[in-house]
């Protein structure tokens, strides 16, 4: 059946979905059906004017309505949704995208609000063809893609895959939102004093609901010292998001990482003082978000709902991380190379004939707003327009859209290193 629609921007009055709307309005041309949609007709419509597209469709429903769900996904082909926390808002539209066989992207980056709904719609959205794609954003698009496009080079230059990544948040600003903020909130109210969850978060394998936990991969949360790059690294926030779902990758691509595939994710230090100090007090922190009247200053101090980092530290805004991927080690004595038109090295080799190789992935935009919203925007482009696997599930970016995604980021001015 034809579709009024190709993609309907779900969410579009706040802080995020105005930016994707933005996006969207910049870089698509008429040829591309598309529609606003949220709960409230007047600032879809102030949006519609502030973008200077007066025939913009506007859409109208509610995210806990099934049935104005039901009726927003039948008349589009792709669904982007900005709408969270996801765990509060998310499940119907889901659910209506899993029935009806539409595809499906968003930001989310709560682990266990996405093992509910791998657990509940991945036998549907299979049997639908709906592509339903989690973690769009800077979480979890970098890591993932990243791991991918060097596992790719590894792979073309090499004939093997890294048994092992390790992701390092080199540099980054920019800001969060209030929609972000009471996300991260929710998560951790989800997992006070409810110990099954809190064992779920911690396991490195919760979006791989197949395979046992596996305990020694768990998110770094003290001081390391990365040899191949020579710098002190500390834990990063977004591990526990970022690493499930590289590992669901790996999984849905039928393991083409290995079985035994390792993944780590840090951030640079300035040196291992910071680094030990920083660790230190990153488990504090965390300690305390959980607890009560903390939780009520952070409430107070930090952006609301429908707010977020002003103009200015979006546009300064940027991001760099580097990928550091060990292959497996080959029988024949290993070389020495650089890899081909790129500053990314692929330094030494030991005597197994293991080589390291370093990617990257960066950004002149803030992450998780400006680089975010082109993240999400290029997404459900692909999957309206692309030609990708026609799979159905709840997948992930990089076994849903793969190097055809990461070629579309690059030609909107992301850099994916090394290029193959
Ligand atoms: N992965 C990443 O890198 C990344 C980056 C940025 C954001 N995010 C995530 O994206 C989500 C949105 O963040 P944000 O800061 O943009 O949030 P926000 O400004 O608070 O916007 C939330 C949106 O949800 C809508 N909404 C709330 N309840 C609704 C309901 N019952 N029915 C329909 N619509 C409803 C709001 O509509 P009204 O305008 O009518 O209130 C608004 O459009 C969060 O989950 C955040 O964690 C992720």
Redesign the pocket.
Known sequence: MSKLFDIVLW???????QLVAEYLAQNVGDSVRWAIA???QE?LEKLRESLAIPNLPILI????DQQSMDAIVAQTRVVCS?????TL?GTPLVAACAAQGVDYCD???ETLWMRQIIDTYQAQAEQSGARIVH?C???SIPSDLGTLVLQEHAQAVYGRSCHEVQYISWAASGGF????I???LNVLEETKGNKTKAKLMANPYNLVPEREPDWSQTDQDSARYDEATRVWTGPFMMASINSRIVRRSNALLGWRYGEDFRYNESMKMPNRAAATAFSASYKLGIGAMMALPVRGLVDKALPS????PSVEIREKGFFKSKLVGKTTPSTSSGTTSTSSGTTSTDSGTTSTGSVTLIGEVSDNLD???GS?AKMLGESALCLAFDDIPQRGGILTPASAMGMTLVNRLRQAGMTFKPET
Request: net charge negative.
């Open positions: 969410g579009a009055t706040g802080f995020t979905g949220g709960r409230n600032k429903g509610d995210s806990h900005t709408v969270g926390p996801y808002y930001l989310t980056g973690c954003g800077y979480d939102s209030g929609g972000t009471a996300s991260l709902p429908g707010e977020g992450p998780g707003y975010t």
